[in-house]
């Protein structure tokens, strides 16, 4: 495998659902500020060498738009990586294919940053880039070749292992590349309940059934503090 092992690492209410502010209220005998940190806990048990994040998630933590920064450099005649400052030994890779998230800091949560884009994205964005030392790799002509993203990430950064902790759009789009090789899913003891909300896997394509050449084997099924519970699942491809 050149790619790096990617483990789809997320928290869902009981019926499936992503946004924590519409879930039930956790039982009067669980302590909710402890409930996150049972994700953050098994995160650290997957032992993995990179977070990523899909670009509706970045733009949560980085919410500035990229309007330019009057760069006249004319766009790189090769496409190539750049690497950057990679000084920790954890990276935080974000999908921002279309060049337009302004980041403030070439770090997240201590992690240093490694930006995936398109090969249409400017080269102004690109100079952005390489001023605040983020490094950045290219995923295809619309930033949508995650193979080829990965197989970057793993011979450009090292990455033998990453997490990926997007919303569903993401991780329905990698699991139907079969790109994913491991569910790892912390169930918070509440529910959701709503119809149409946001599902940990939410494939947008044409594929009805973006799963249907997939089966799931159960590595490990634990009972955690606070309520929740951690399902591990390889997934294998037909």
Request: aromatic share 10%; with cysteine.
């Amino acid at each position: 495998m050149l790619r790096p092992e990617v483990i789809c690492h997320i928290m869902t209410s009981v019926d499936g659902r992503l946004l924590p502010s519409k879930w039930s209220k956790p039982y009067v005998g669980y302590d909710a500020q402890k409930i996150g940190y049972q994700y953050s806990y098994a995160g650290e048990l997957n032992r993995t060498d990179a977070v990523m994040m899909g670009t509706a998630t970045v733009k949560e933590f980085f919410p500035e738009h990229f309007d330019g920064c009057g760069c006249h450099k004319a766009f790189p005649d090769q496409i190539h990586t750049f690497v950057g400052d990679v000084s920790d030994d954890g990276l935080f890779v974000a999908l921002v294919p279309e060049g337009d998230v302004r980041f403030t800091t070439n770090r997240f949560r201590g992690m240093c940053i490694v930006v995936v884009v398109s090969e249409l994205v400017s080269a102004d964005y690109l100079e952005f880039l390489e001023s605040m030392d983020i490094s950045y790799v290219f995923a295809g002509k619309k930033g949508t070749d995650m193979t080829v993203a990965l197989d970057a990430l793993r011979h450009d950064f090292g990455i033998h292992r990453l997490s990926l902790q997007g919303g569903g759009i993401i991780n329905g789009s990698m699991l139907q590349l079969h790109l994913v090789d491991e569910l790892s899913i912390v169930v918070y003891p509440g529910i959701d309940g709503v119809k149409g909300e946001p599902s940990i896997i939410d494939y947008v394509g044409k594929e009805t059934l973006p799963a249907d050449s997939l089966s799931l084997e159960l590595i490990d099924c634990k009972a955690m503090n606070e309520g929740c519970v951690w399902l591990r699942y390889k997934v294998h491809a037909d």
